[in-house]
């Protein structure tokens, strides 16, 4: 990657000269010592050190050198860059994104007067290595298309009895029949309420307001019993907790 880099440095800066390339992050906090470099490429997944730790130290120095972030995660590309003292670049660096950076750092050097602070850099790292927002959690399912015979069959979630395992297929139970869909039981589970289906079994969700109650067959094995509804569906041993008390 750094061999690539520099091919893509040559072609787009000719001017440029390379003083040193590092391994590592502790590699490079030296070699920048050494050479005081104007410019400095780091990737933020380098071993030892990562670029965030390098570019945090040399925020304290008195001079600290124009900083491009080289990184593969997308995340990093925050809006903030575009105002900073630093700017990213993400594997492989396209000629044309380089150019835009390389104009970037001339136009600074250029004006070293008016070069952003260190304040600038250690404010901005702050913000890179901050926790990240949790993401919102996808809005539960509301209907489900199924099959049904020959027709396609859009069902309200509200209207589902109960999902069961039926080979390659889940089976959807509503009070007028059975339906199909491709969707597996684990994958379906991610998109249900929780408090309004439970899992009884690794094959069986039921819908909580359709439960009347549980017994024990002859076999000791607890059975939820459906409001209207004559067939008993299994609880696993996993899923026994959900009704103490019942």
């Known amino acids: 990657m750094r061999e690539y880099l ?3 440095l040559k072609t787009v800066w000719p001017g ?6 590092a391994a590592n992050g502790i590699e490079a906090l030296s070699m920048i010592d050494d050479e005081a470099p104007d410019v400095v490429f780091l990737d933020i997944r380098m071993p030892g050190l990562t670029g965030l730790d390098v570019a945090a130290r040399l925020a304290d120095s008195p001079k600290p050198p124009h900083i491009v972030f080289v990184t593969a995660y997308d995340q990093y590309a925050v809006e903030a860059f575009e105002h900073s003292a630093v700017d990213y670049l993400l594997k492989p660096a396209s000629l044309a ?5 390389v104009a970037k750092l001339k136009t600074r050097l250029a004006r070293p007067a008016q070069a952003v602070p260190a304040e600038a850099l250690q404010a901005l790292l702050a913000q890179l290595t901050a926790p990240a927002a ?5 809005a539960p399912l509301q209907w489900i298309r199924a099959s049904h ?4 069959r859009l069902i309200p979630i509200d209207e589902v009895i109960y999902f069961q395992s039926n080979d ?3 089976s959807v139970f509503v009070a007028d029949g059975e339906s199909l869909i491709r969707t597996p039981i684990s994958k379906l589970r991610e998109q249900l ?3 309004q289906f439970w899992q009884i079994h690794r094959s069986v969700i039921v819908a909580a307001r359709h439960v009347a109650g549980t017994r024990q067959d002859f076999r000791g094995r607890l059975m939820v019993q459906l409001k209207g509804r004559p067939e008993q569906l299994v609880v696993s041993r996993n899923y026994v907790d959900l009704f103490r008390g019942m």
């Open 193 to 195: 309420d929780e408090q």
């Open 134 to 138: 949790p993401v919102p959690a996808a």
């Open 97 to 101: 994104r380089l150019e835009k950076t």
């Open 168 to 170: 390659k297929y889940t």
């Open 6 to 8: 520099e091919t893509q």
């Open 149 to 152: 015979g020959e027709e396609t």
């Open 16 to 21: 440029l000269r390379v003083v040193a390339r």
